[in-house]
């Protein structure tokens, strides 16, 4: 269980706070693509959005996406939001997030990943000695080839329930 269990569970990415970041010294913010920062089928993102992000660059933290779609894909859904990412990040290897810490030339402990799945998101980052914060998914349709992700996810969330270790927090060191 230790490897699909979190560090943080929030209910959006937008309620992780530079200070509460800065306090912890964390100076990147890892993120998954669809479904954590946007809507996997609204690339624009929402001014909720574009304020986090200001926020973030305000405080001189990096928000870096690690994405399992293609250059492609992820380069046309953040043309507007001119953030620095990597594709193909074959999580739940830590293959992506690897090439991202390396890419920000940061340690390890100064990066958290942050994802709406148990599968692909914690696993890799958890595999990759970084913290890791589950966010609830934006919306509650996915692409079809997150369904048998979901599916298992179910079951882990379920057992969570049952342990009373499934509890979305208002910001990541919130009761922890």
């Given at each position: 269980?230790?490897?699909?269990?979190?560090?943080?569970?929030?209910?959006?990415?937008?309620?992780?706070?530079?200070?509460?970041?800065?306090?912890?010294?964390?100076?990147?913010?890892?993120?998954?693509?669809?479904?954590?920062?946007?809507?996997?089928?609204?690339?624009?993102?929402?001014?909720?959005?574009?304020?986090?992000?200001?926020?973030?660059?305000?405080?001189?933290?990096?928000?870096?996406?690690?994405?399992?779609?293609?250059?492609?894909?992820?380069?046309?859904?953040?043309?507007?939001?001119?953030?620095p990412f990597t594709?193909?990040?074959?999580?739940?290897?830590?293959?992506?997030?690897?090439?991202?810490?390396?890419?920000?030339?940061?340690?390890?402990?100064?990066?958290?990943?942050?994802?709406?799945?148990?599968?692909?998101?914690?696993?890799?980052?958890?595999?990759?000695?970084?913290?890791?914060?589950?966010?609830?998914?934006?919306?509650?349709?996915?692409?079809?080839?997150?369904?048998?992700?979901?599916?298992?996810?179910?079951?882990?969330?379920?057992?969570?329930?049952?342990?009373?270790?499934?509890?979305?927090?208002?910001d990541i060191n919130?009761?922890?």
């Amino acid at each position: 269980m230790a490897l699909v269990t979190p560090t943080w569970m929030v209910k959006a990415i937008y309620k992780i706070r530079p200070a509460t970041l800065k306090r912890l010294g964390i100076q990147a913010v890892l993120t998954d693509l669809d479904n954590t920062l946007i809507a996997w089928d609204n690339p624009n993102g929402t001014e909720r959005l574009h304020n986090w992000l200001a926020e973030m660059q305000t405080a001189g933290i990096t928000v870096m996406v690690v994405s399992n779609n293609s250059h492609q894909r992820v380069a046309k859904a953040l043309a507007g939001l001119d953030l620095p990412f990597t594709a193909r990040a074959l999580k739940p290897l830590t293959v992506g997030i690897e090439r991202a810490i390396k890419q920000l030339k940061l340690p390890k402990e100064a990066c958290i990943m942050v994802g709406d799945q148990l599968m692909t998101d914690v696993i890799a980052g958890n595999s990759a000695g970084v913290r890791t914060v589950l966010v609830e998914p934006l919306v509650s349709t996915d692409q079809w080839n997150t369904l048998p992700n979901r599916f298992v996810e179910g079951f882990i969330k379920r057992h969570m329930k049952r342990q009373g270790t499934y509890k979305y927090l208002e910001d990541i060191n919130d009761g922890q």
